[in-house]
Every structure is written in structure tokens, then in C-alpha cells.
């Protein structure tokens, strides 16, 4: 996360880019927790610069990696998540066009969501996947979403150069969840229930979860109908 969000910094002061860009979450839980997954990174906002920028090997000794490298790096995530335990139908694309990057599998339970996101985490070298879970109790209809925020981020946040963190305003994480019932009732002070109460959309900036000014933890209970 630190060498995404230095190199993020040095796009938008090199390039004078605004940071456009939006990191979707859709899970489709079905009644007997099992569902799928997809998960979206979209540049096509900023891709004009984006396209310039992947033209350079590197800007101020980062490494900036060529579409090759990113589709060789897919294809290990993908395999890897292949062989993650209830996890299967794993698909990726690559948009080099508009800046797209999508990965999608289906999930035999909440414990094989987790894995999901251990499996990306641990690739990456990441350690969000120990501050956020996810829980189903399907006898109940109750949904949780656990997630501390990691100091880590935010740290290497606050490293980043006051002029420079204008660049992330326009920088968004969404999450859809769309269940078999109605929702009766969720907790998140910011997330919105749809017209049929069968999604919840959650929005967060991306520079309130860098500053630990918004959560993405959430109890979403269902009616048992």
C-alpha cells in the first residue's frame, strides 16, 4: 500500500492528474452464504495520463511496470485464488483501453470470502486481510462486515506532501452487497438501502479511510422472508 500510494502521489505531481479513480466491491450473498465476488479497480477517468505514464520504465526510482508485467501478475492471482479452499470460477480482465482492472470468483461461504481476501492480501503483501472479515449467521439473517483500521495506512498517508493529497479527493472505495431478502435494517451511518431493500450501497472517500475518518464495519440484518 505505501509503494501504491507514493507512486499515486508522484502520478498526480508529475502529471498533474487528477486522481479520478474508483475501487468497487460487488458481493452477491445468497441466502445460504455463498455468493460471488467482484472486485473492480477503474482508472478510466485519469486514462489519457494513465497511458502516458505506463510509456516510462520508472518515475524517481519506482518501477513503473509494463502491461506485460501486469499480465503475467493477474494470471499468478488468478491461479492462486483457483487453488484457494471454496473459492472457484475465478475470472480476471485487463482494460488496457480505459484502465479497467476487474477479478471476480464465486465463494462457497463466509470462511471462503476471508480466504479470498487473504489469499490477495498475502500475495501482496498486505496485512489488511487480519483487519477486515466478513460474517454470515444464516439462522439469524445477520451480515457483518469487521474492519479495523490499519495504521499503517494511515501513516503512510500523512507522509505524503500536503500539496500532493488534494490529488486523492476524487478518489472513491464503493461497495455493493446484494442479498435473496429484504433488509430490515443495517448500522453503517452512511451506507443507503436501494428501492427493493435488497442491496446496501456503502460510498467512502478514499482519503476518510486514509485519515480513519470512515469505517467500513457494518451489521446489515435481514428480514426472514
Known sequence: MKSYLRLFALLCSTLLLSSCFELLEDIKLNSDGSGTI?????????????????????????????????????????????????ISQVQYQLDFNNYIATVSCHFTSMSALNS????????????????????????????KRTYIHPDA???????????????????????????????????????KISSTKKSSLLQ???????NAKATLSNTITLNNN
Open 204 to 210: 467512502l472517500k478514499i482519503t476518510d479511510l486514509a
Open 116 to 143: 479470498f481476501s487473504k489469499t490477495l492480501a498475502t500475495h501482496f503483501k498486505s496485512t489488511l486481510s487480519a483487519n477486515n472479515s466478513y460474517d454470515y449467521n444464516a439462522k439469524t439473517g445477520i451480515f
Open 38 to 86: 467482484k472486485t473492480t479497480l477503474n482508472l478510466s477517468k485519469s486514462s489519457t495520463k494513465v497511458a502516458s505514464l505506463m510509456k516510462l520504465k520508472s518515475i524517481n526510482g519506482i518501477e513503473i511496470p509494463s502491461k506485460q508485467t501486469i499480465q503475467s501478475k493477474a494470471e499468478e492471482v488468478a491461479l492462486l485464488l483457483k487453488a484457494t479452499k471454496g
Open 153 to 191: 495506512f494511515k501513516k503512510t498517508y500523512a507522509k505524503i506532501a500536503e500539496a500532493d493529497r488534494k490529488y486523492f479527493d476524487d478518489a472513491y472505495y464503493t461497495q455493493i452487497i446484494r442479498f435473496d431478502k429484504t433488509i430490515k435494517s443495517q448500522q453503517h451511518p452512511t451506507a
